[in-house]
């Protein structure tokens, strides 16, 4: 194994420990590598999940290795197989306990049509993280659908947004959803944003002065669709 080499090394630092649990946490045994990285275990789970870092599946698997291998090995005998039914499938409670048992059952059964306690109603509005942690407002417009808040504000007062088009901050924080800081833009425009910093000064000015314009005609055609609005 890699870390048999650790003893003749000199004190790791931290990331030193970064770079091997990298390496090496994925298919080594966790008690192993904290004894020989001279940390707790609870460290090396902590560092792991800072670094986000997983059991590979062979390793979860191997019920010599992983708890979990051998509780999949060892749970074999209590699954269900395939085709195999339920010993209550099709009875009545009432057959296999007694009355005065399934009437202490009601009052904590779902009713027919029942929600959640915590079921939350249309216009509800909650606050989510995407892949790369980015803070997003949602509000629920019916059962079981959500969209992102910044783009029903957008919507509701010009419409549905263009194809190929997106809705961005102008301000780059995510939270402030009022609509004076929501822009309409193409993605390849969001695109360029993204990548501006690695042009070069007269490259970035063009760009600007670009979208500067688009904006304006942009605006402009915003103007008159509420004016038209206004004057039916």
């Not at 959640?116 to 509000?139: E, S, W």
């Not at 088009?165 to 425009?189: G, Q, W």
């Amino acid at each position: 194994m890699f870390l048999k080499h650790l003893e003749q090394m000199e004190e790791l630092t931290t990331d030193h420990i970064n770079d091997l649990l990298i390496m090496c946490y994925a298919d080594e045994d966790t008690k192993l590598l904290a004894k020989e990285l001279g940390i707790s275990i609870n460290q090396v789970y902590r560092i792991a999940d800072k670094l986000k870092l997983r059991k590979s599946k062979e390793y979860l698997d191997n019920w010599q290795l992983s708890g979990r291998g051998k509780i999949l090995e060892h749970g074999k005998a209590f699954r269900f197989k395939k085709g195999q039914k339920s010993w209550n499938k099709d009875k009545s409670p009432f057959d296999y306990m007694p009355a005065e048992s399934y009437a202490k059952l009601v009052p904590t059964q779902f009713k027919k049509g029942g929600l959640p306690p915590n079921t939350m109603h249309d216009g509800a509005i909650t606050l989510r993280h995407d892949k790369t942690g980015k803070k997003y407002l949602y509000i629920r417009i019916a059962k079981a659908k959500w969209i992102l808040y910044h783009q029903k504000i957008y919507q509701d007062a010009y419409g549905p947004i263009p194809k190929n088009h997106i809705i961005v901050f102008r301000d780059r924080n995510t939270l402030n959803v009022s609509l004076d800081n929501l822009e309409c833009i193409t993605k390849a425009e969001n695109m360029l944003r993204n990548t501006l910093h690695r042009l070069s000064p007269e490259i970035k000015q063009t760009i600007r002065i670009l979208t500067k314009l688009k904006k304006t005609i942009r605006n402009g055609k915003k103007q008159n669709q509420r004016s038209e609005k206004s004057s039916v």
